[in-house]
């Protein structure tokens, strides 16, 4: 038997008296090897875990070795302390099987590990939980009166004479949008998180939603120019329109954002294999080599980067189009621009007959 063993080691004939105890053991479970020798190996073991043995010696008597089994044993002092035991049989060299050789190891730091880590966890899911219900509820309740102060807002912007009051008018109404978007924004992150963004998908021709999208930003950016460049004729995808319109405008409005020099926005529309891509191509700021995959981190915004928002933008492209099936990524060169490009599953077109 060793002696210098980390382990407890312990020997005990099939009947289960204690024929060896090495000074592990003896740290372990509090009991001399004197105390010990000649008795039964139930010594340790807790009444209510006793079948536990039997299980174990039918084991060795068939042959078998026990690897890991993970339980408790008793102290002198009558603690209980979880432990992981491996035990082999103990054969002579005739073959015959006399004993049981066992190695048990204190798991105690381990459970309590693993107890801290899943309290946690219950914890930060409790305060994810909460946090989503409280953007939920002040979601909806700043969406009531935000819609009833645009739609007033507006009324009043077409009735209204004077040219100085208008002006103002339309600044208020810009950033009630603005505000009405981020919300939007914050409805969508509680809805990722409960599984109900729910997605209309119907067949659609891409180009179209390219080009609507283009538009709606030519109308916001007049100083601005889009070019849109395809060789593709068409190019059919099974999509929520609005939605990929939502990517669209939002790798638009980042590649006009981003590029405080330039007024030129590229967008293109290609076929690799079975997935169409759409690329959105600015000559701004550009963004360093290991930012490219955490801009899609929530809540995630680069500290030298202008401008409004929450970091929300980007994470809700990555998720809308993965439910859609395709990816998002970015290539980029400080200085000098990046390019988005997102893909999305071609349909599978059955020929007319």
């Not at 319109?245 to 405080?260: G, I, M």
Request: charged content about 25%.
């Amino acid at each position: 038997m060793c002696t210098n063993s980390h382990d407890c080691i312990i020997s005990k004939t099939l009947d289960g008296v204690i024929m060896s105890w090495n000074p592990s053991a003896e740290k372990m479970f509090g009991y001399n090897e004197s105390e010990v020798i000649g008795k039964h190996i139930s010594l340790i073991i807790p009444p209510d875990r006793l079948e536990e043995e039997t299980f174990i010696i039918s084991q060795i008597r068939a042959g078998k070795k026990v690897e890991h089994f993970e339980t408790e044993r008793l102290t002198k002092s009558g603690k209980l302390i979880p432990i992981s035991v491996t035990v082999s049989p103990v054969i002579t060299e005739d073959g015959e099987i006399i004993g049981a050789s066992k190695i048990a190891r204190d798991i105690s730091e381990r459970i309590l590990l693993q107890q801290e880590k899943s309290h946690l966890y219950d914890q930060l899911k409790t305060l994810s939980d909460r946090q989503n219900e409280f953007i939920g509820l002040a979601s909806h309740e700043l969406k009531t009166p935000l819609t009833s102060l645009n739609g007033y807002l507006q009324i009043l912007e077409k009735t209204n004479e004077g040219q100085n009051s208008g002006h103002i008018i339309n600044k208020a109404i810009h950033q009630v949008q603005k505000l009405a978007r981020l919300i939007d924004d914050l409805l969508d992150i509680t809805k990722i998180h409960t599984g109900k963004l729910a997605m209309s998908l119907k067949p659609v021709e891409l180009k179209e939603i390219v080009k609507a999208g283009i538009e709606l930003l030519q109308h916001a950016y007049p100083d601005h120019v889009f070019t849109f460049k395809t060789d593709i004729e068409a190019v059919r995808v099974e999509v929520d329109a609005q939605r990929i319109e939502q990517v669209l405008t939002n790798l638009l409005t980042n590649a006009v954002r981003y590029s405080p020099s330039s007024n030129l926005v590229e967008i293109f529309l290609d076929v690799d294999h079975k997935q169409a891509i759409v690329s959105v191509r600015d000559q701004g700021l550009g963004i360093p080599e290991d930012k490219l995959e955490i801009i899609f981190s929530r809540f995630y915004r680069m500290e030298d980067r202008p401008g409004p928002g929450l970091g929300l933008g980007l994470f809700l492209c990555n998720e809308i189009v993965q439910l859609h099936g395709g990816r998002i990524w970015a290539e980029s060169t400080l200085s000098k621009g990046s390019i988005f490009r997102f893909s999305l599953p071609l349909m599978n077109v059955q020929p007319e007959l």
